[in-house]
């Protein structure tokens, strides 16, 4: 296990976008390498987020683990990314700036991006023969984890309407009181249900080097696309992975208001219409 605090990188190319974003040169395999996010720092990092960490690490002792934060997220936008600079600055929430980073170094690094409140429970190694994305499906396609080889097809889409600013479509039918929420306008801007939009739109779902995860594998108890719940994480056929939901991003206030928060969670990455 070798710990970074950012991976190295090899054959950077320009994409045929007209932002020009770096991006990887295309690459076969997801990397064994699991990035993860702390904006305030590894030194705050809660006890709970470690213990959850080292779940990862025990399990993948010949990955490597690369840490987070915002100076070295600011240095990624910087260097590789000036282009985004202004609008990465210009994000309301510091969780908007932690949901592109996400994007941003595994189009250039690849890897798996793993949020800090999903518990390991098993090695992921047997998912990644023949893949070159991995995603979890839910409702629709969750951003909290993300598997991708560098330079991944689908980034080109990401990076393409994170430039431009757009935002995904919000459904006709969701409550009023849900549509101006700060946890949908952070979906809908650059978060689950932005990457949702992003990967119907891309093609990626179709390419059978393409894996989509049945939500039990790594969120169990989450909706499904038909609105029901995958199984718990003890169903007899297992997971690999228990994501618990935290919602740290949201605040405390928003926390607590635990009937809100059953009401709003599907609809952040509700599969859309294809347009």
Known sequence: MRLLQRPHHRNRRRSHLLVNPTLATPAADIPRRIHQIWYQGAAALPDKYRRYRDTWMRRHPDWEFVFWDAPRMQALVDEHYPWFAARYASFERDIQRIDAARYLFLALHGGFYIDMDIENLRPIDPLLPGRRLIL??????????????????????????????????????????????????????????????????????????????????????????????????????????????DLNWLGLRHRLLSRLNRLLLPWLTRRLPLQ
Not at 141 to 162: C, E, K, Q, Y
Request: aromatic letters at 10%.
């Open 136 to 245: 979890s499906r839910t409702h629709g396609f969750n951003n909290a984890l993300i598997g991708s080889a560098p330079g991944h097809p689908l980034w080109n889409t990401v990076l393409d309407r994170l430039a431009a600013g757009q935002s995904a479509p919000l459904d006709p039918a969701m409550p009023a009181r849900l549509r101006e929420s700060p946890a949908m306008r952070t979906a809908v801007t650059v978060g689950p249900r932005f990457f949702t939009w992003c990967a119907q739109q891309s093609g990626c779902l179709d390419d059978p080097a393409t894996l989509c995860c049945p939500g039990y594998y790594f969120e169990p108890g989450s909706p499904t696309p038909d609105g029901s719940s995958w199984p718990p994480a003890n169903d007899p056929d297992g997971g690999y992975a228990r994501h618990h939901m």
